[in-house]
T-cell receptor, first 111, second 117 residues
Framework: AQSVTQLDSHVSVSEGTPVLLRCNYS??????LFWYVQHPNKGLQLLLK??????LVKGINGFEAEFKKSETSFHLTKPSAHMSDAAEYFC?????????FGQGTTLQVKP | DGGITQSPKYLFRKEGQNVTLSCEQN?????MYWYRQDPGQGLRLIYY???????QKGDIAEGYSVSREKKESFPLTVTSAQKNPTAFYLC????????????????FGEGSRLTVL
């Protein structure tokens, strides 16, 4: 079965330091992958998406992700965390007609 | 501005009552979805609709019902048969034709939080 695994349920960083949120997927072919962010009691906002074009994908708010087929990974990074980045992050893959969500990673940003 | 509007944002219900959550979109999207979110469980698909007057059950449809009489609207009814309805409910929409059917993202509303008293 196709799945998405977010390797950390909680990540804590200091403001101004790099962010790494890890995501692995299971598949025998290149999937369609997304990262979404959710602030408390809000809907999900698209950060970026991979659709089999460039393997390094740039998103909003300084985030980017690299698709690595050999490692079946799609990790989300940001060079310097900001307090406003504190939120829940979801790695998502799409199959025709439905999405498969990872369990989410809570990012805490300390001052 | 185009987007998805969910209402109400907060809703309280007594046990045994049915409640309906509204979802309206002006993005001209064919496909609409309802998800349930519980702490630590990610999002789970309740129902989805690819076209007007047609919808399919998702992974946790029991105790819920939907209708899709208009392209813009996809209301969700949480019935008294749903044993544990307290949750955060998210509505989403997407383009469902061509390349977008495989690669297109979903656009989400702001959510409705239902609490059963």
């Amino acid at each position: 079965a196709q799945s998405v695994t977010q390797l950390d349920s909680h990540v804590s960083v200091s403001e101004g330091t790099p962010v790494l949120l890890r995501c692995n997927y299971s598949s025998s072919y290149s999937p369609s992958l997304f990262w979404y962010v959710q602030h408390p009691n809000k809907g999900l906002q698209l950060l970026l998406k991979y659709t089999s074009a460039a393997t390094l994908v740039k998103g909003i708010n300084g985030f980017e992700a690299e698709f690595k087929k050999s490692e079946t990974s799609f990790h989300l990074t940001k060079p310097s965390a900001h307090m406003s980045d504190a939120a829940e992050y979801f790695c998502v893959r799409r199959t025709t007609g439905k999405l498969i969500f990872g369990q989410g990673t809570t990012l805490q940003v300390k001052p | 501005d185009g987007g998805i509007t969910q209402s109400p944002k907060y809703l309280f219900r007594k046990e045994g009552q049915n409640v309906t959550l509204s979802c309206e979109q002006n993005l001209n999207h064919d496909a609409m979805y309802w998800y349930r979110q519980d702490p630590g469980q990610g999002l789970r698909l309740i129902y989805y609709s690819q076209i007007v007057n047609d919808f399919q059950k998702g992974d946790i449809a029991e105790g819920y019902s939907v209708s899709r009489e208009k392209k813009e609207s996809f209301p969700l009814t949480v019935t008294s048969a749903q044993k544990n309805p307290t949750a955060f409910y998210l509505c989403a929409s997407s383009i469902s034709s061509g390349r977008a059917k495989v690669y297109g993202e979903l656009f989400f509303g702001e959510g409705s939080r239902l609490t059963v008293l």
